[in-house]
């Protein structure tokens, strides 16, 4: 990468670090820990880990699910302890990098995160999920949830075999909503691919009660709708993110390793200090 390039991913990186708040984040560096919280995953079923090569991040190591030889099955992650995060939000984010093992075969849903809780009379979990339409489409999709079926869909097909950073964010009305209506957006690879707007009695979040799973979904109680294949650098923001934050965090994970660490160490050392002279 250029100096030039260097140089804009760093600001990049400072303004993420800036204006969005992180609440978790599982590099899975051969654990399951959360890097900046208390939120550390537990293994359900079998998992492993995989070499990960996410956006050009070569020799880190990647959560790798594919115990059962397809997908729709119940390994995964759990975060225990998390029933409170993200529990109802009037603004949430949610980054992942994902890549699947098997392009051409998927059940209904793959879940990549999801924190969906009991049953609605209307038979659908409450709480929010980001994953994968199966089929031939492939399509990424959100929901979030109170008493019915909410989704924000891409349009854009995951279907490759290569590593893609997904980006899934919500705000209620009261926050960026236009018109009275809630909003929900998808990015890949730090474009905007989907931008839905609904009624804010429909779109307001339920909380689940349930804890956060990562790779797979408890639905009414039963683990399902594993993936097949990778997830890394899977990070929640308690904060609605713009167009830019968003093409900011995407530049800032789509540099050699070393190259990021040292933006990040830079970015930490600059935020730090701002603090320091601001308070």
Same mark, same amino acid.
């Given at each position: 990468m250029k100096t030039g390039s260097l140089a804009a991913v760093l600001v990049a990186t400072l303004a993420v670090m800036a204006q969005a708040s992180l609440v978790a984040h599982w590099e899975f560096e051969g654990n399951l820990d959360d890097s900046v919280g208390n939120y550390d995953g537990t293994a359900v079923g079998t998992i492993g880990y995989g070499s990960s090569i996410y %956006?050009?991040?070569?020799?880190?190591?990647?959560?790798?699910?594919?115990?059962?030889? @397809?997908? %729709?099955?119940?390994? %995964?992650?759990?975060?225990?302890?998390?029933?409170?995060?993200?529990?109802?939000?009037?603004?949430?984010?949610?980054?992942?990098? $994902?890549? *699947?093992?098997?392009?051409?075969?998927?059940? $209904?849903?793959?879940?990549?995160?999801?924190?969906?809780?009991?049953?609605?009379?209307? %038979?659908?979990?409450?709480?929010? *999920? *980001?994953?994968?339409?199966?089929?031939?489409?492939?399509?990424?999709?959100?929901? $979030?949830?109170?008493?019915?079926?909410?989704?924000? @869909?891409?349009?854009?097909?995951?279907?490759?075999?290569?590593?893609?950073?997904?980006?899934?964010?919500?705000?209620?009305?009261?926050?960026?909503?236009?018109?009275?209506?809630?909003?929900?957006?998808?990015?890949?690879?730090?474009?905007?691919? *989907?931008?839905? $707007?609904?009624?804010?009695?429909? @779109?307001?979040?339920?909380?689940?009660?349930?804890?956060?799973?990562?790779g797979v979904t408890i639905f009414n109680g039963i683990y399902k709708d594993g993936i097949y294949g990778r997830l890394d650098d899977v990070r929640l923001y308690d904060n609605f993110m713009s167009d830019a934050d968003i093409l900011a965090l995407y530049q800032a994970t789509n540099v050699p390793e070393p190259i990021a660490m040292l933006l990040l160490a830079t970015g930490a050392g600059f935020c730090a200090r701002f603090s320091r002279k601001n308070r």
């Open positions: %956006g050009g991040n070569s020799g880190s190591q990647c959560l790798l699910l594919t115990s059962n030889g @397809a997908p %729709g099955g119940d390994d %995964g992650v759990v975060v225990t302890g998390s029933e409170s995060l993200l529990d109802g939000p009037t603004e949430m984010t949610v980054s992942v990098w $994902y890549k *699947a093992e098997t392009p051409t075969s998927f059940p $209904y849903w793959d879940s990549m995160v999801s924190k969906i809780g009991p049953l609605g009379t209307k %038979g659908d979990g409450l709480g929010w *999920a *980001a994953g994968r339409f199966g089929g031939s489409s492939g399509q990424v999709s959100f929901f $979030y949830r109170n008493d019915g079926y909410y989704p924000v @869909a891409s349009g854009q097909s995951i279907t490759d075999g290569e590593w893609h950073n997904i980006v899934c964010t919500y705000a209620s009305a009261s926050i960026y909503g236009v018109d009275g209506k809630a909003r929900g957006r998808i990015y890949i690879d730090g474009q905007l691919v *989907a931008n839905r $707007y609904q009624d804010e009695k429909e @779109a307001i979040l339920s909380s689940s009660s349930s804890p956060i799973t990562i």
